[in-house]
């Protein structure tokens, strides 16, 4: 072979030097191809936009069996099991909540309606220029305008 490193068989070229492959122990459980507690092949790395598009390609049109769409509704474990069996669903909390308000509602004390009608009915005039509201109007409106 000559003094020229081939490019396409040169490690550092092609990135595998960065990423030496691991020693897997004879013991070891391999699942997928890949022992477990091993690093990825490739683990630093990305496909191309190109590479993504072939794989998406790849799967177009398939679809996933009745059993196997049964599997994936099942909860993988006791944790998600009780979570699931707690879930209040969106539109029941909504409805519990507007009971609750209603309940507790203190627009139904005749009280409470009288004190706020007062307070509302209780207009002074702005010092500045005479424009009349409540308290809490009257304090923005003067913040706004007069400051």
Not at 109 to 130: F, I, Y
Request: proline share 8%; glycine share 6%.
């Amino acid at each position: 072979m000559s003094s020229i490193t081939n490019i396409y068989t040169d490690p550092f070229i092609l990135g595998l030097q960065q990423f030496p492959t691991p020693k897997v122990p004879e013991d070891a459980v391999v699942s997928y191809g890949y022992a477990k507690g091993m690093p990825s092949p490739m683990l630093g790395q990305t496909h191309s936009e190109e590479t993504k598009r072939l794989i998406g390609l790849g799967w177009l049109g398939r679809t996933h069996t009745e059993e196997s769409k049964q599997k994936m509704r099942r909860p993988k474990s006791e944790e998600a099991k009780r979570n699931m069996r707690n879930h209040i669903r969106p539109a029941e909390r909504m409805e519990n909540h507007r009971q609750r308000m209603l309940k507790d509602n203190p627009m139904d004390n005749p009280e409470s309606v009288e004190k706020v009608r007062k307070t509302a009915l209780n207009k002074k005039p702005c010092p500045h220029c005479g424009m009349m509201g409540n308290a809490g109007t009257l304090a923005r409106h003067i913040k706004a305008r007069h400051s």
